[in-house]
């Protein structure tokens, strides 16, 4: 089993910042991909930021040049800096890792989520 654990969210006013950290631990072979996902009350949970075991990244248009995505180098912490915050940003943010677990099955696994909460 792998588990994700999330930290770093909370209450900012508009135009702050907040860094959203997520670990992977478990029977980890390798991972595939990390994300970032949020989801706002009434809405469907949409990719904000991914990067591939490559080191490919990715950002969801409403967030290019203010969210910046990165992990450290074992590849088992994600981390979302989070710039320029905005209200519509308020959601509750989840991790997201697809990972080849040490059965050499792949599945995708989800943090518990971490709100985020913009003030105007």
């Known amino acids: 089993q792998v588990q994700l654990v999330e930290s770093g969210g909370g209450l900012v006013q508009a135009g702050g910042s907040l860094r959203l950290s997520c670990t992977a631990s478990g029977s980890i072979a390798s991972i595939n991909f990390m994300g970032w996902f949020r989801q706002a009350p009434g809405k469907q949970r949409d990719l904000v930021a991914g990067i591939t075991s490559g080191g490919g990244t990715n950002y969801a248009d409403s967030v290019k040049g203010r969210f910046f995505i990165s992990r450290n180098s074992a590849k088992t912490t994600l981390y979302l800096q989070m710039n320029s915050l905005k209200p519509e940003d308020t959601a509750v943010y989840y991790c997201?890792?697809?990972?080849?677990?040490?059965?050499?099955?792949?599945?995708?696994?989800w943090g518990q989520g971490t709100q985020v909460t913009v003030s105007s």
């Open positions: 997201h890792v697809n990972a080849r677990v040490v059965s050499a099955s792949t599945y995708d696994y």
